[in-house]
């Protein structure tokens, strides 16, 4: 069997820690990854070095010290994807701030296991001997695929509030369930999930709505009572009864979406967010994107395909300057996606957006949108001072390009001659 760069790295490091006279395992996710016959994204190794000797060993050049004190290290590879972390065993503190241990002691495998996440995160794996160390119970819950805290599950999310959301999404995207004390205790504890940082939310947050199981996903939020405290905007679509349907109809339109495209699938669950008015539903989404910390482009693109929600429906009927328009945008290809979700789950016709797929698919890219036939140069050049007329005159000459009416500079130049005059 052929292994994977970074999976051939994370075994060259197993070696050396081992020829040095260290425990060295493999250790949460990757293992749960491996039993599952899933190719793990990265690898982590537990070790029983302490930091200072891990850094000695592999070099300071080679190593990051990004959690000394709570005795991680980053042994960087020959490319990106082949950094391995490397974590002492250890035993935590109390998580005063919900977030991280107020201090570390290091310690050996079988203690280092109980401070971890959910069981199926909790095993350790010998890729040299090729043999599982499991002191949670991990396997046997990873073979009945339940998703269970290590211990107290009240505990293990005091420890860190973001669980209450990785548990969900650790359900829904491997079509596990989850333990009936973890879901209470998810419960229990949801309103905290706001002392999270809004990054850390919204990063958990892609990974579900980037995954097929999306649906699955933001319905266990919202039954956890996580949705509520993380958008609360949301929240009159499940708790006003005259609503429900429109929370139903999110909840499909999130089922048939086929892309994993973060920003269409964060458009789709906001498309029916409650406002009086259009207006008022952009500036809603608007500031929960902010409030989620979302980039500028991926905000730009969430507020740009709600208000585009309906500019599909009637196309053939269009102007061929506002068809061309709105097929060469950069944004339509996931506009297509959302509208098709979006008709598909309140069953409505898709003629309009085949229509549209169609002409975009076989329109070449220079009569969808070519090149302008006059710039700002020629109006400057005409004498035409920069103003609202500039802009004006500049749109009409290219729609009459678009319209092609018009194919030459020499006809744009006249074009703008006859509408300067009038």
Same mark, same amino acid.
């Given at each position: 069997?052929?292994?994977?760069?970074?999976?051939?790295?994370?075994?060259?490091?197993?070696?050396?820690?081992?020829?040095?006279?260290?425990?060295?395992?493999?250790?949460?996710?990757?293992?749960?990854?491996?039993?599952?016959?899933?190719?793990?994204?990265?690898?982590?190794?537990?070790?029983?070095?302490?930091?200072?000797?891990?850094?000695?060993?592999?070099?300071?050049?080679? !190593?990051?010290?990004?959690?000394?004190?709570?005795?991680?290290?980053?042994?960087?590879? *020959?490319?990106?994807?082949?950094?391995?972390?490397?974590?002492?065993?250890?035993?935590?503190?109390?998580?005063?701030?919900?977030?991280?241990?107020? *201090?570390?002691?290091?310690?050996?495998?079988?203690?280092?296991?109980?401070?971890?996440?959910?069981?199926?995160?909790? $095993?350790?794996?010998?890729?040299?001997?090729?043999?599982?160390?499991?002191?949670?119970?991990?396997?046997?819950?990873?073979?009945?695929?339940?998703?269970?805290?290590?211990?107290?599950?009240?505990?293990? $999310?005091?420890?860190?509030?973001?669980?209450?959301?990785?548990?969900?999404?650790?359900?829904?995207?491997?079509?596990? *369930?989850?333990?009936?004390?973890?879901?209470?205790?998810?419960? !229990? $504890?949801?309103?905290?999930?706001?002392?999270?940082?809004?990054?850390?939310?919204?990063?958990?947050?892609?990974?579900?709505?980037?995954?097929?199981?999306?649906?699955?996903?933001?319905?266990?939020?919202?039954?956890?009572?996580?949705?509520?405290?993380?958008?609360?905007?949301?929240?009159?679509?499940?708790?006003?009864?005259?609503?429900?349907?429109?929370?139903?109809?999110?909840?499909?339109?999130?089922?048939?979406?086929?892309?994993?495209?973060?920003?269409?699938?964060?458009?789709?669950?906001?498309?029916? +967010?409650?406002?009086?008015?259009?207006?008022?539903?952009?500036?809603?989404?608007?500031?929960?994107?902010?409030?989620?910390?979302?980039?500028? =482009?991926? /905000?730009?693109?969430?507020?740009?395909?709600?208000? =585009?929600?309906?500019?599909?429906?009637?196309?053939?009927?269009?102007?061929?300057?506002?068809?061309?328009?709105?097929?060469?945008?950069?944004?339509?290809?996931?506009?297509?996606?959302?509208?098709?979700?979006?008709?598909?789950?309140?069953?409505?016709?898709?003629?309009? +957006?085949?229509?549209?797929?169609?002409?975009?698919?076989? !329109?070449?890219?220079?009569?969808?949108?070519?090149?302008?036939?006059?710039?700002?140069?020629?109006?400057?050049?005409?004498?035409?001072?920069?103003?609202?007329?500039?802009?004006?005159? /500049?749109?009409?000459?290219?729609?009459?390009?678009?319209?092609?009416?018009?194919?030459?500079?020499?006809?744009?130049?006249?074009?703008?001659?006859?509408? =300067?005059?009038?």
């Amino acid at each position: 069997m052929k292994h994977s760069e970074p999976y051939i790295a994370a075994v060259d490091i197993v070696r050396k820690l081992r020829d040095a006279g260290f425990q060295a395992l493999w250790a949460g996710g990757c293992v749960r990854d491996l039993l599952l016959v899933k190719e793990p994204k990265d690898y982590d190794v537990a070790t029983n070095a302490l930091p200072e000797e891990v850094r000695h060993l592999f070099g300071k050049r080679r !190593t990051l010290a990004v959690g000394a004190s709570f005795g991680v290290i980053i042994v960087r590879g *020959h490319q990106p994807d082949c950094d391995v972390e490397i974590a002492t065993f250890r035993s935590e503190g109390p998580y005063l701030d919900g977030r991280r241990p107020e *201090h570390v002691k290091f310690t050996t495998a079988e203690e280092d296991a109980q401070r971890r996440d959910f069981t199926i995160n909790g $095993m350790f794996y010998d890729p040299i001997n090729e043999s599982i160390y499991d002191y949670v119970g991990g396997k046997a819950d990873l073979q009945q695929h339940l998703i269970r805290a290590i211990g107290n599950p009240l505990e293990r $999310m005091q420890e860190d509030k973001l669980r209450l959301l990785r548990a969900i999404r650790f359900a829904a995207t491997l079509g596990f *369930h989850l333990a009936e004390s973890t879901f209470h205790a998810v419960q !229990t $504890m949801a309103n905290e999930i706001t002392v999270v940082s809004p990054e850390r939310i919204s990063e958990e947050l892609r990974k579900m709505l980037v995954h097929p199981h999306r649906k699955d996903a933001i319905d266990l939020v919202q039954s956890a009572g996580l949705m509520k405290p993380v958008i609360p905007e949301l929240a009159p679509l499940w708790e006003n009864e005259e609503n429900r349907p429109l929370w139903n109809r999110t909840l499909d339109r999130l089922e048939q979406l086929t892309t994993a495209n973060f920003e269409t699938a964060f458009a789709a669950l906001l498309l029916d +967010l409650p406002a009086p008015t259009p207006a008022d539903q952009l500036d809603a989404a608007h500031q929960i994107c902010k409030q989620l910390r979302f980039s500028n =482009h991926g /905000l730009h693109l969430v507020l740009w395909l709600i208000e =585009h929600r309906t500019s599909l429906h009637g196309a053939p009927g269009f102007k061929l300057s506002q068809l061309k328009r709105l097929l060469a945008h950069e944004n339509c290809p996931y506009l297509f996606e959302l509208a098709h979700a979006d008709l598909t789950s309140q069953k409505q016709s898709l003629e309009d +957006l085949e229509f549209c797929r169609q002409y975009r698919d076989h !329109t070449p890219i220079e009569v969808l949108n070519p090149p302008p036939l006059i710039t700002g140069n020629d109006l400057i050049d005409y004498g035409i001072q920069t103003g609202p007329e500039f802009k004006e005159l /500049l749109t009409r000459i290219q729609d009459a390009q678009l319209e092609e009416s018009i194919h030459t500079h020499e006809e744009a130049l006249a074009l703008l001659a006859q509408l =300067h005059q009038k």
